[in-house]
């Protein structure tokens, strides 16, 4: 419906008008209407007509001001002046203005009508060809920038080459102005939200993202972005003399910039400064290497590459004790025993400072061992996580973007694995399986304990204890009596106590030999040598 404003000094005229013509079927409705040119003009900018219905014979502002004041507010509106046969020398001027046409008073319904279409049609033609050449220049815009974006894509990937002759006119049409410099590359990546649908809107933030950070860039440095293949914001700079004073200020900025205007945060990684063109990809290559700091610290913040020093453990973190130890613990189902022994677990890994490589492979293995977990009880993955098929565990832990997100990650799926097993079993043999349990947590140091002292602490058959334990649990009493113990005797060497034979006889052991042995077996080393790592 194409809007209609009716300007005309008499009352019953315009209420007349109003309700002489069919508006709807002829694709009008009435927007508004006003007493003369001023109250007219007042209403423009709200109502926002696309056709005027005005008469030239007005007080306090006529007709012919009207549409000439109204013409410098510069809407295409259409204009249709209705006059007498006495003002026809007026309407006459009018038409000189631009108006449509004019029609005379008396109104004839079939004339108004007939020049109402064609004015509507005239409206939709012109607005047509308003969109058709508003597509030609969006497709133009679009064109350019796909060039850009392939070229500069190209240099990341170091397809680039001296910047000479032709090839500067070139990148000049697509706006690269960056020959004769210094050049260094900025990564700016948004960080992952888990609270939100990451994929809606996103082109529309990433689209924001590169504009804050140019426009920030610009006002320091000559600067080109783009988007790498895997959508973060790639910003080639350059410098005349190869000084970029004040850059990590101007990230900083940018970050702020960001967080405050989108409510989001991202995180910046700066390359090297390179002298040769041919370079840019070696920055490129190590601001991603510092964007991987995310990992380990968090994301919201800039990275330096030339501020990141070779430190951290570089050997593995998950050892054979401590994988003995993460799995007694999920089989035992102390969940708060395992919430601790994963807190501890990744609290040692930020105080080493492991490497995001070690993190990973770490991860990697813990989950490993879940799996195996799984697999005594004689479930699975998808057991676990119904209407979820295992996924590539290996790729799924390297798309972890910081520890945080592995640490809570690992934490659910071990907790799940556990919950789901120990809530299987029937209720009489969980009870039971309980007390055996107990009752080796308060005996364990009596090296005489038998299996028969224990069925009769929990008044079951020997033969039937041995069964339902072995069942419930996936090992035997007497191996989970030996876990027991040695995991106790761990603690005691943990504490200071460095006799091995004082440990092996509060553990139940009378022979420090077979301790020794039992020890080795469960924790990958001999007592003596735990002793001296730990010393």
Known sequence: MYKVLIVDDEYYFRQALKISLPWSELG???????????????????????????????????????????????????????????????????????????????????????????MRELIRTERRSELELDDLRKQASEGLSVRKEQVLIGWLQGNGHDISGAEQDRLRELGIKLEGLHYRAVVVDLDANEERNLEEGMPIRKAKVLEIAQYHMQSAFPCVGCHDQDTRLVLIIGSPDGSFNGLETICERIRLNVQNDLDRTVTIGLGNSCEAFESIPVSYKEALIALKQRFVWGGNK????????????????????????????????????????????????????????????????????????LAEASQSFEDVFQNTTQPDMIQHVQRMKTFNELENWIRTTILRAMSHVHSRKPNRAVKVIEEVKSYITRHYGNEELRIEDIARSVHVNYNHLCFVFKKETTFTINDYLTEVRIMKAKELFDQGEKVIQNVAIRVGYADANYFSKCFKKYMGITPSKYVNQIQ
Request: overall charge negative; some cysteine.
């Open 302 to 373: 800039v990275f330096v590459h030339s501020l990141l020093t070779e430190t951290g453990m570089k050997g593995g973190l998950f050892s054979v004790e401590k994988r003995s130890g993460l799995l007694m613990f999920m089989r035992v189902g102390n969940s708060s025993e395992t919430e601790e022994w994963l807190s501890r677990f990744f609290h040692d890994a930020r105080v080493q400072k492991a490497s995001m490589e070690i993190l990973l492979l770490a991860g990697i293995e813990i989950v490993s061992t879940c799996l195996e977990f």
């Open 28 to 118: 009008f409705q009435i927007a508004g209407e006003a007493k003369n040119g001023a109250e007219a003009l007042e209403m423009m900018p709200e109502v926002e007509p696309d056709v005027v219905l005005v008469d030239m014979n007005m007080p306090i502002m006529d007709g012919l001001e009207f549409i000439h004041k109204a013409k410098e507010l510069g809407r295409k509106t259409k204009f249709l002046v209705l006059s007498g046969h006495s003002e026809f020398a007026y309407a006459r001027q009018a038409v000189q203005l631009g108006v449509f046409n004019y029609v005379l008073k008396p109104i004839n319904e079939e004339e108004l009508q007939g020049c109402l279409l064609d």
